[in-house]
């Protein structure tokens, strides 16, 4: 019994082989099993088995019982030679032949130049004849070439464009129409041709940013984007020039979704910038505000410039300074952008710098492990809600040793001037901590 199964364990691991070398579609000689699978390689006649060398190499030895036919490599290619050599590639029955004794014998190269050949004497017939076309492509399908069918088809497309463009006329509903068509098909030079004197048109009515909406949004229903990004370049240009600020935020509401690298997008937030600017004037305030805005655009050096303006103008000016996310520290007497935090209270801070968030009655007690739950929370005095974060927590003992990380700490969001409680287990005793705990929180 454990001779069988070895065998039949053989048996199956010898047709894997096989049906790799199958995938090679090399030439060589073809075994053909009872299963109906084709094996390509070099075969030698054994007595009650086949060796077969496949084209990787490996040899695998089968059992005559399983094998239908072996046909020798040897013996097919010269005979295909020769029905080839008197063969009229221009009839179809002689080609279907030809194509199906190669695929037979396991001569698919021979089957592939076959099929180009034929292809390219009936391509050289049919160009320029719709008809002769799409027969050609049905042609091409019926021997599995869709990329040839592909071809045919678009060219009879393009034939069959040609006659009905002529006869819409200047008709626009009908040139829309057969946009649409084209479209249906991939002609998208063609459709661009049905709606060229269209889009001219509709752009000469254009009077403000909403009709360049409207229009931008036209060119994307045909799937003309090149016109519908010189739209918007129009537009960018026309409302700077005007001064028209809500024109240009409006579009760039429409291009949030964009990369602030994005040319379109970049080229509309910096004609925005520009007409801030000079709407600013010499007031300090609305140059806090430009600080803010480009920050929100991206635009790093031009908030930086913006901010610098607003201190020259107004340094001791507190609405300013608040505006540009300044805190007064009074004992100090001077402003910095470091929250001023209060008694008892512990920084959070991302990338080095500190947030106005912050963590108060941080407190240790003992757990049942003998080490310490730590809990707390985190306050947000500001004016905007804050999303959940989670934090890193470094709780730093009395004695000022070292410290302990309590990672991946979860708070929920914080809703402006409330706070959230949290909790961490940390195994220093509570005896090693003052309370309040101090603590640095770092967000993740």
């Not at 370049?233 to 700077?240: G, K, L, N, P, V």
């Not at 600017?277 to 609305?286: V, W």
């Not at 991946?408 to 005896?431: D, F, H, N, Q, T």
Request: aromatic share 8%; proline share 5%; hydrophobic share 40%.
């Amino acid at each position: 019994m454990k001779s069988r199964l070895n065998g039949w364990a053989r048996l199956v691991f010898a047709c894997f082989v096989l049906s790799m070398a199958v995938s090679l579609n090399l030439h060589g000689d073809v075994l053909v099993t009872k299963d109906g699978r084709r094996h390509e390689g070099t075969v030698t006649d054994q007595g009650d088995s086949y060796l077969l060398v496949t084209p990787s190499g490996g040899k695998v030895s089968l059992p005559k019982s399983i094998v239908e036919r072996v046909i020798l490599d040897k013996d097919v290619s010269p005979r295909y030679k020769a029905m080839l050599k008197d063969a009229n590639l221009a009839d179809d029955a002689e080609v279907r032949k030809l194509a199906d004794f190669a695929e037979a014998n396991g001569l698919k190269d021979d089957r592939e130049k076959l099929l180009q050949s034929a292809f390219a004497l009936r391509r050289d017939k049919a160009v320029g004849n719709q008809q002769a076309l799409r027969s050609l492509a049905a042609w091409c399908r019926d021997y599995g070439m869709e990329n040839d069918a592909t071809w045919c088809t678009r060219a009879a497309d393009q034939l069959e464009f040609a006659v009905r463009f002529q006869q819409t006329g200047p008709d626009p509903d009908k040139r829309e129409e057969l946009a649409k068509w084209c479209l249906e098909r991939n002609l998208h030079s063609e459709a661009g041709r049905c709606l060229a004197d269209l889009f001219a048109a509709r752009k000469a009515r254009v009077t403000d940013v909403e009709d360049a909406l409207g229009l931008a949004e036209w060119c994307a229903s045909y799937k003309m984007i090149p016109w519908r990004e010189q739209v918007y370049a129009s537009a960018i240009e026309e409302a700077a020039k005007r001064g028209d600020l809500t024109g240009l935020d409006k579009l760039l509401e429409e291009f949030k979704n964009r990369s602030r690298t994005d040319r379109v997008r970049k080229a509309c937030a910096e004609a925005a910038y520009g007409v801030r600017l000079k709407n600013a004037g010499e007031d300090a305030l609305a140059h806090a505000e430009l600080s803010r805005w480009c920050a929100q655009q991206g635009m790093k050096l031009e908030a930086k410039r913006a901010e610098e303006t607003a201190i020259r103008l107004a340094p001791a000016d507190s609405k300013v300074r608040k505006l540009l996310g300044y805190y007064y520290h009074a004992d100090e007497k001077k402003w910095s952008k470091t929250p001023v935090l209060p008694r008892g209270a512990c920084p959070v801070v991302s990338a080095n710098s500190p947030l106005p968030v912050y963590l108060r009655n941080v407190r240790a007690t003992r757990n049942r492990l003998g080490g310490s739950t730590i809990t707390g929370q985190l306050v947000n005095p500001t004016e905007n809600d804050y999303s959940s974060l989670v934090l890193t927590i470094k709780v730093i003992p009395k004695d000022g040793a070292g410290g302990y990380y309590l990672l991946a700490v979860p708070i929920p969001a914080v809703p402006k001037g409330e706070s959230r409680p949290w909790e961490a287990s940390c195994p220093l005793s509570p005896e090693r901590f003052a309370n309040p705990v101090r603590c640095v929180g770092y967000v993740h």
